[in-house]
């Protein structure tokens, strides 16, 4: 079973999920149940690093906390297939399919682009219930209606409705929308990871993976390394082979794809 919790406006979905674990609200949940928190609005939305995430009404913005007995170093393997099924949801609703609606791309580790601009990004952070079962907690936010009017980021943001309107999309792109097909589609690719293990989630990302083969630049703290990008390893990291040949795995970091603009 997996519960939802809809309210109108939240400080963050992460918090009220984080909350809600502690408080032990997910008790009765079996194994392969679900916390959902999806809010109309945020008030301290947060991405990466303590990034602040602009969150006004009319965007989706959502928390899927999941059971993770197999502890921290397997959470990671949720965080790509929630990118996955974000994939999977753009595309019934025609992204990718349809003439003028580009295809979705995901970009190492938990953003997805639209024609090199990002249109979501996802949050991952862990946390105990009161029988000290890890939980991981996964904040999406996905600019549904609207995206910053800021160019600083690494990547420009987009809106899946400036693309949608664009193509004569209709009727208009709502949250509810995109959440529907999303969460079918992660129930799915999550109960098949806790059958099958990694694997067949490192495959579905490849396949809508951004930058594959290409040159890329990747920034730990001062520190750049410059390559090509092969891809996921089996524990998730990113795989490149550097200038001088060598195969390399980065488990964080930024990531910059001249192809892209970065």
């Not at 098949?192 to 290409?214: Q, S, Y």
């Not at 550097?242 to 192809?259: N, Y």
Request: proline fraction near 8%.
């Amino acid at each position: 079973m997996w519960r939802l919790i809809a309210l109108p406006v939240v400080h963050s979905t992460q918090d009220v999920a984080r909350d809600a674990l502690r408080r032990g609200e997910a008790k009765g949940l079996r194994a392969d149940g679900a916390l959902v928190v999806w809010a109309g609005e945020q008030q301290g939305g947060r991405g990466r690093h303590g990034r602040s995430w602009t969150s006004p009404p009319g965007n989706l913005y959502v928390s899927v906390a999941l059971p993770c007995p197999e502890g921290p170093a397997r959470a990671t393997d949720v965080g790509f297939a929630t990118g996955v099924a974000l994939t999977r949801a753009l595309e019934d609703l025609g992204f990718g399919r349809r003439p003028g609606l580009p295809a979705p791309r995901l970009k190492w580790p938990n953003d997805l682009l639209l024609d090199g601009a990002k249109v979501a990004g996802l949050l991952l952070e862990s946390v105990k219930d009161p029988a000290g079962i890890p939980w991981v907690s996964m904040g999406l936010g996905v600019n549904v209606a609207h995206c910053p009017a800021s160019t600083e980021a690494l990547y420009p943001p987009t809106a899946l409705c400036h693309h949608w309107t664009g193509a004569g999309g209709s009727p208009p792109l709502e949250p509810a929308t995109v959440l529907e097909p999303l969460l079918g589609h992660l129930a799915d690719i999550v109960a098949r990871w806790r059958r099958e293990g990694f694997d067949p989630v490192r495959k579905a990302w490849t396949e809508h993976g951004h930058g594959l083969g290409e040159p890329v630049r990747v920034r730990v703290g001062e520190q750049a390394t410059h390559g090509v990008f092969l891809g996921l390893g089996a524990d998730g990291a990113l795989r490149m082979r550097d200038s001088e040949g060598v195969d390399r795995t980065v488990l964080a970091g930024d990531v910059f794809f001249p192809s892209a603009g970065g």
